[in-house]
């Protein structure tokens, strides 16, 4: 015993180190997401600059070919814009309603857009159009869209029976009541006044306005530098909410947060182009297969790029080799509807 007593203690075992965790927990999977991230970059740079020198009849670098190029950077800005909102939008909001096979296009941010458009023409004629382009006008449909959606929000997420599940019904069926006024309108419209407004209610990149960005641009930064500053909260808040009230965090007032960026992104994407329905969804999917990874500092930049890929590379083949550019809104929305329909059929995982 005394020996027992006396015998030096052995040193305790040194921690293990447990290298298979994180957001990206093994070297392979982080040398696959940082190819994948340089393989995406790469075309996104690849179709940019296509788009501005493709066709171009000036020389490579003369003060006309810059001249061309910057009236066609335009459309690459807002093409940029618009993938930027549809991807960090869609990934937030999947995340906060713990789904990943919905849009926020649910809330009826587009059936607004359509129902606005379809009153203009209904009550002014063909010049209805004309008078909802300009800078005032598409601030009032970014403001009302918000309005929208912070109502619904603030009504049913706040109090005891706070339900995001009733939330999302609602908004299918405020989405559906404006489809079908503005369906009713549409039909007393003449053939002149419907062609017209047809062209308006299909996303196009020529819908949009460069007068629209003083507004649009610090609008999207100051809702995308929101929702990314919180991405570690939307890991958390991606674990369920009695998970989140756990950790100490307001799950209630992370998800009406949330929302309220979404929003904003939502709005200035419709009403600067037009409704996509399916872009936000497609380019979600695919930011989640390509970045394989729970953590939204990784997600965010993949379906970026995964939708200014997307977006890019449709009107660089559509415009160059089928000339046919006016059609591009049309195939995304049909290819993503695809994809969604794929995934709802699976019986796996999403």
């Known amino acids: 015993m005394a020996n027992l007593l006396t015998r030096p203690l052995a040193p305790a075992p040194s921690p293990r180190i447990h290298r298979g965790s994180g957001a990206l927990p ?54 940029a814009i618009v993938a930027f909102c549809q991807a960090v939008a869609t990934v937030s909001f999947q995340t906060v309603t713990n789904n ?22 209904f009550f002014l004629g063909a010049a209805g159009v004309s008078a909802m382009r ?23 997420l706040s109090g005891k029976l706070g339900n995001i599940q009733i939330m999302l019904l609602i908004g299918i069926i405020l989405g559906a009541g404006l489809g079908s006024i503005s ?22 990149m020529s819908n949009a306005d460069m007068s ?29 909410r009695d998970t989140t009230m756990n950790l100490g965090i307001n799950h209630r007032g ?5 929302l309220f960026f979404v929003s904003i992104l939502m709005a200035v994407s419709t009403a600067l182009v037009g409704p996509m329905t399916f872009l936000g969804f497609l380019v979600a999917t695919l930011a989640y297969q390509l970045a394989d990874t729970y953590d939204h500092r990784y997600i965010f930049p993949v379906a970026f790029l995964t939708g200014f890929v997307v977006l890019a590379g449709a009107y660089f083949v ?15 929305e049909a290819v993503g509807g695809i994809t969604f329909l794929i995934f709802i059929l699976r019986k796996g995982r999403l």
């Open 26 to 79: 093994h070297g392979r999977t982080r040398t696959r997401y940082w190819v994948v991230f340089g393989i995406l970059l790469l075309l996104a740079v690849s179709f940019g600059f296509g788009l501005l020198a493709w066709d171009n009849p000036m020389p490579l670098g003369t003060e006309g070919f810059w001249l061309i190029a910057n009236m066609r950077a335009n459309s690459l800005l807002t093409m």
């Open 100 to 121: 990943r096979i919905i849009t926020p296009s649910i809330m009826g941010f587009e059936s607004l857009y359509i129902a606005v458009q379809t009153g203009a023409v």
């Open 134 to 156: 300009g800078l005032w006008q598409f601030s009032a449909q970014v403001a009302l869209m918000v309005l929208l959606a912070c109502l619904l929000y603030g009504w049913l």
């Open 183 to 204: 369906t009713f309108m549409q039909r007393l419209l003449t053939p002149s006044e419907f062609d017209i407004l047809t062209a308006r209610l299909f996303g196009s």
């Open 212 to 240: 629209y960005m003083p507004v649009a641009i610090p609008l999207v930064v100051l809702a995308g530098t929101a929702l990314i500053a919180s991405s570690k909260r939307l890991n958390v808040v991606a674990l369920g």
């Open 254 to 258: 992370e998800v009406m947060r949330t």
């Open 318 to 332: 559509m415009k160059n080799i089928f000339y046919a550019q006016g059609v591009v809104g049309i195939i995304i």
